[in-house]
């Protein structure tokens, strides 16, 4: 663990995003296994192999390029529908065992992700933030090296519930 650091120390990656529906179809998005299969981590094959929706509950995924996997382990802390959710991420072993980022070693192993859902009037704002969880200096210093890139990713994935949430609505017409 960072001793000595103050938790306004640790870097915060945020995004903002307004979209174009209900703030229930966003949760669904969020929430329904199969929604976030499409939509979390963009240009990879994502299986869930697990999902619990309630605190303490585990949402266990797998995200596949190719040959290559990615194991995903998310511990949910809170749950508040359809409001905000917040969870723990970390990457896993094929065992679902906290593990190391083979590819970046110091990336941090925990992840404290919080999402928050307002509802303005037909359309819904979200505000997403990621901060490294009781990390060390080295996965600190990864993370803030790492933020200005990291809205690449999940801009892309926030693009796909946008696609997502016009499917849903024009289900519902």
């Given at each position: 663990?960072?001793k000595?650091?103050t938790?306004?120390e640790?870097?915060?990656?945020?995004?903002?995003?307004?979209?174009?529906?209900?703030?229930e179809?966003?949760?669904r998005?969020?929430?329904?296994?199969?929604?976030?299969?499409?939509?979390?981590?963009?240009?990879?094959?994502?299986?869930?192999?697990?999902?619990?929706?309630?605190?303490?509950?585990?949402?266990?995924?797998?995200?596949?390029?190719?040959?290559?996997?990615?194991?995903v382990?998310i511990?949910?802390?809170?749950?508040?529908?359809?409001e905000?959710?917040?969870?723990?991420?970390s990457?896993?072993?094929?065992d679902?065992?906290?593990?190391?980022?083979?590819?970046?070693?110091?990336?941090?192993?925990?992840?404290?992700t919080?999402?928050?859902?307002?509802?303005?009037g037909?359309?819904?704002?979200?505000?997403?933030?990621?901060?490294?969880?009781?990390?060390?200096?080295?996965?600190?210093?990864?993370?803030?090296g790492?933020?200005?890139?990291?809205?690449?990713?999940?801009?892309?994935?926030?693009?796909?519930?946008?696609e997502?949430?016009?499917?849903?609505?024009?289900?519902i017409?």
């Amino acid at each position: 663990m960072n001793k000595g650091s103050t938790v306004s120390e640790l870097p915060e990656f945020v995004m903002e995003r307004e979209f174009d529906a209900p703030r229930e179809l966003v949760w669904r998005a969020w929430t329904e296994p199969e929604l976030l299969a499409r939509w979390y981590g963009p240009n990879v094959e994502t299986v869930v192999h697990k999902f619990e929706l309630k605190p303490g509950g585990l949402w266990l995924h797998e995200m596949k390029t190719g040959e290559n996997s990615h194991f995903v382990k998310i511990e949910f802390q809170e749950i508040q529908p359809p409001e905000r959710l917040a969870w723990r991420e970390s990457g896993a072993d094929a065992d679902w065992n906290i593990s190391a980022n083979p590819m970046m070693p110091d990336w941090p192993r925990v992840l404290s992700t919080t999402a928050t859902f307002e509802s303005a009037g037909p359309k819904t704002k979200m505000r997403f933030t990621w901060a490294p969880f009781e990390a060390t200096d080295a996965e600190i210093a990864s993370f803030r090296g790492a933020m200005d890139h990291l809205g690449g990713g999940w801009g892309a994935g926030f693009e796909i519930i946008a696609e997502i949430l016009a499917e849903l609505q024009a289900e519902i017409s």
